[in-house]
């Protein structure tokens, strides 16, 4: 049961530094997205070291993280919503880190599995627990644009796995590649261990939550009966389907169809996801907050509508334009249009859940996201180039990526929805439809 404490005393009892608990998030969210894109990086070198196939590799950098992932989810979550969030994020960062440098050390193909494992183990803990404790550091008027800082930190794990990785990788193998981007953040859950706070739940809002953690049926029914949640959740996941089953195959368009080299494609894409889906990130925080406060809280919900739709003409100039240029200068732009999503969309999971729910209410998210998202998208796009090679060629990767354009007009109308669940002209997103 939620009930009102004195501002000044709630705040008092907060003694992190807000400049430094902001960089140490988005440091920790850049070891978080470079050690799950050094994998790609490394791939070749690795199998011709350790005489693998394929099917193998897809397994480590696909299904067997994805599995520990989502399913170690829920229950990390949960303990997060019980316990102490800032011991579960330092713990999770160091488990990952260290088991990434360890990926460096494999001398066989099943060490590499079990270290695959324990980075997916240690991630799966880390972003809900971290979430809900943002949520609670920074008013709901400002979250977008926190959450947004924090992705960005993503974008240059990205940056930082491409470039960096693939020097590190070229001139020194990718043993040190791994041990590189893994032992940074051992530093960084040290840090956070010491400089970071545990906050009390809901002293943002001016509130105090005594009450039990609900089970993760409550929370699951919660999120079926709260529609601005579900259909919140239901176009992350469409959005997530276009842009990571694009960024997984945008190497070998370009390669198949432009006919660019290996090493060419990899700094062309790591700045344009790098640089620009980070622009993008903290545009879409920094404007949702803004028009939120100007107008009213459904504004969450336009911006990322209205963007990502903008992005879908945007999508097809990228894959169906003749000239590389063309092509790599609208995949700049689209990084920036289709970005927008994020810090809204995780504000808005932690504002539309009660204080005990928010981890578990995110890991849901995560959990479609990834699996379904991250899962389908890649392997919708392959399915469809595969189709259509006896026709087209080389040409068919072009053609199911114009295809995969669907997930982003799916997300703009889900976003869209969301926003006409939330009363017009309202501040307080709980006035949301339910049923």
């Keep these: 049961m ?17 400049t430094l608990f902001l960089v140490l998030v988005f440091a920790t969210n850049v070891v978080n997205i470079g050690d799950r894109f050094i994998f790609s990086i490394v791939l070749e070198p690795l199998k011709a070291e350790l005489g693998v196939s394929d099917t193998a590799l897809g397994l480590l950098s696909g299904l067997a993280f994805s599995i520990f992932y989502t399913t170690l989810g829920f229950p990390l979550a949960m303990l997060a919503d019980r316990g102490n969030r800032r011991n579960l994020v330092a713990l999770s960062v160091g488990v990952w880190s260290t088991c990434t440098a360890l990926c460096g050390a494999a001398q066989g193909y099943w060490q590499l599995l079990i270290a695959r494992i324990g980075v997916a183990s240690g991630e799966a803990g880390f972003t809900p627990a971290l979430n809900s404790m943002m949520a609670d550091y920074f008013p709901k008027n400002k979250r977008a644009r926190v959450m947004a800082i924090y992705g960005v930190g993503g974008s240059v794990g990205i940056l930082i796995a491409n470039i960096l990785g693939g020097y590190i990788t070229e001139h020194f193998g990718w043993r040190w590649a791994f041990a590189a981007i893994g032992m940074p953040g051992v530093l960084i859950a040290i840090l956070f261990l010491i400089f970071v706070r545990e906050p009390a739940r809901g002293i943002s809002e001016n509130l105090t939550d005594s009450a039990p953690a609900p089970s993760l049926i409550a929370v699951l029914r919660h999120v079926r009966k709260t529609r601005a949640l579900l259909l919140l959740i239901a176009g992350a996941t469409a959005w997530m389907f276009s842009s990571f089953g694009a960024l997984n195959w945008l190497a070998a368009f370009y390669i198949r169809v432009h006919g660019l080299g290996i090493a060419e494609v990899g700094v062309w894409l790591g700045l344009i ?46 894959y169906l334009a003749p000239d590389t240029l063309t092509s790599l200068l609208f995949a700049s732009a689209l990084s920036i249009f289709t970005a927008t999503w994020q810090g809204p969309t995780l504000a808005m999971i932690q504002t539309l859940s009660p204080l005990r729910m928010r981890a578990t209410t995110a890991a849901c998210l995560f959990f479609s996201t990834n699996l379904i998202g991250f899962g389908l998208g890649p392997s919708f796009i392959g399915l469809i180039s595969d189709l259509a090679e006896p026709k087209l060629a080389a040409e068919s990767i072009r053609f199911a990526l114009a295809w995969s354009t669907i997930g982003f007009a799916a997300a ?8 006409r669940c939330v009363l017009s002209g309202t501040s307080n997103p709980t006035n949301s439809e339910t049923g």
């Design 412 to 419: 703009s109308i889900l976003y869209y929805l969301a926003a």
């Design 2 to 18: 939620s009930t009102n404490v004195s501002h000044s005393t709630a705040y008092a009892a907060r003694s992190t530094n807000l």
């Design 273 to 318: 996801v790098g640089v620009f889906s980070g622009i993008g990130i903290l545009l879409g925080g920094y404007l949702a907050d803004y028009c939120s406060q100007r107008f009213d809280i459904r504004w969450q919900f336009y911006v990322p509508s209205i963007s990502v739709l903008i992005g879908v003409p945007m999508a097809l100039v990228v």
